[in-house]
DNA sequence: CACCTGACGCGTA
DNA sequence: TTACGCGCCAGGT
């Protein structure tokens, strides 16, 4: 583990009850751990993952719907490719929340 | 200590 | 839905 915070395990415990075909954004995922103002550390956590772990991180996107992890030179986004796995369609780099938004 | 940087969110327009 | 401003907070310099 590279980061030292004791807030991650909560997140990564709701991040992995993200079901299949679903996603959440980062304000709700901070909400359900019961860390309201801590949208940010989602995401600064998430990315910080190590390949090893299984937390499906890709089914976490903005408020919007929004893909906002890095693309790589080719243009390629893996959260785009694995949500596209699942079934989600990702259409401009987007999720339309009102099909896949995870009713909690 | 001061600043800067982010896989962010909300209210408003 | 997007655009802007502002609030938020862990880490890095």
Known sequence: MPIHNELAPLILTVVAQIPYGKVASYGQVARLAGLAKHARLVGYVLK???????????????HSGKIRTQSSAQGQNLQCELLTQEGIVVENNRVNLKHYAWQF
């Open 48 to 62: 910080h993952l190590d390949a090893s772990s299984e937390i499906p991180w890709h089914r976490v996107v903005n």
